[in-house]
């Protein structure tokens, strides 16, 4: 793949939480997440790339951008054939979300995210807009933890790993009551939760690196979501484990079909023979490189969220590559017209 869009998709998350975070804490959720799409869009479509879009907008909203089978970038536009020629390119996949955390966005809380990831073409797992079973925890514990095993027992594996104590651990769970076993079991365990409303793509990468205070993240949260931490936690070496959840029985509400028949029959079409099985981060992202591309929204455990000041606004990105082994922080100053003042930090 080539290096050089590593650079051009910081561009891409960048304007996508540009134009999410001017709707921060204005309670339009739809409002912050279509602009986010648009600006993203807008920005992927400039790129000297041949996209297919493998994760989109598309399934649970039915959103007319960025859907599913979508093709991006510049030398798929009509008339391209004048300055792009496809044959040199190589085909990509990508899997976006503009904006992770609508809800964070809408009512100005901690977390939000514009990220999408990118990899050779069937490199990323197309993961149905179902729920998934998650397991994410530090590098340390890769392979060693479980999705098979109990909290408890893969609490016991991280504090070893570690060399901590159970009790000086922090596992981040989203507050839903399809949780309120694993809460307890949690807890009983000695660990602490971090009770999150929305947003554990940022939750599962904050586990690769210490210094955030996550070291587990457990629970059921959206399929799509999974693919990308799981692209992200793949380069980073951290653990990453996801089960597809098919039975309305376990999670309530929301995105799946009323019958476990039916999402049963619904993932055989799409090739998924055996809806039980335990994916690995490597399988979820599988391709021969991976590149991860995040810019915070909202401030969360990763990166600082947008601040504009007059005249611009300063952003926070994340991009991690599995070719050039980096994991760059990137803090840019954006300028729309000519600032009052540029500050230094
Ligand atoms: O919080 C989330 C919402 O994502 P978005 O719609 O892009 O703002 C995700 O991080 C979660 O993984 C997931 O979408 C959620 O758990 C599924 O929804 P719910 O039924 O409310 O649990
Ligand atoms: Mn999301
Ligand atoms: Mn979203």
């Known amino acids: 793949m080539d290096n050089a869009i590593g650079l051009e998709i910081i561009e891409v998350v960048e304007q996508a939480a540009i134009a999410s975070a001017r709707w921060m804490g204005k309670g339009e959720k739809n409002t912050a997440d279509h602009v986010a799409v648009e600006a993203m869009r807008q920005r992927m479509n400039q790129i000297h790339m041949r996209g297919r879009i493998v994760i989109g907008e598309g399934e ?19 008339n391209s ?9 190589v085909e990509i996949d990508i899997a976006v979300d503009p904006c992770e955390g609508t809800n964070l966005v809408a009512y100005g809380q901690n977390g939000s995210m514009a990220v999408l990831a990118i990899s050779e073409k069937g490199g990323l797992f197309a993961a149905p807009d179902f729920y998934m079973k998650k397991l994410a925890a530090p590098p340390v ?18 504090s070893d790993c570690m060399g901590r104590a159970v009790e000086e ?8 009551p399809r949780h309120k076993e694993l809460i307890k079991e949690i807890r009983e365990a000695g ?19 210490s210094g955030t205070n996550i070291h587990a ?29 098919y039975d309305p029985e376990v999670v309530k509400t929301g995105l799946i079909g009323e019958s476990k028949e039916s999402n049963i029959a619904r993932l055989k079409d799409m ?32 990166m600082e969220g947008v601040r504009f000041f007059g005249g611009g606004a300063r952003t926070q990105s994340l991009v991690i590559s599995s070719q050039s082994k980096t994991a760059r922080f990137v803090d840019t100053i954006h300028m729309f017209e000519k600032p009052k003042n540029i500050q230094l930090r």
């Open 191 to 209: 660990a602490r939760v971090r009770l999150i409303s929305d947003g554990d793509v940022s939750a599962a990468i904050s586990c690769a690196f």
């Open 81 to 89: 054939a004048t300055f792009c020629n496809p044959e040199e390119l």
């Open 169 to 176: 651990l922090v596992v981040v769970v989203m507050d839903r």
């Open 141 to 158: 514990a890769r392979g060693h933890v479980d999705l098979n095993k109990s909290a408890t027992e893969n609490l016991q594996i991280i």
């Open 60 to 78: 649970r909203d039915e959103a007319p951008m960025l859907y599913i089978g979508e093709e991006v970038g510049i030398c798929t536009q009509e």
């Open 217 to 245: 993240l457990m629970g059921i949260g959206a399929a799509p979501e999974g693919v990308i931490s799981a692209a992200a936690m793949r380069c980073l070496g951290g653990h990453f484990q996801g089960q597809l959840i």
């Open 271 to 302: 090739g998924i023979e055996n809806p039980d099985k335990v994916y690995n981060a490597e399988e979820l992202a599988n391709g021969r490189t991976v590149l991860f591309a995040a810019c915070g929204i909202t401030s969360g455990t990763l």
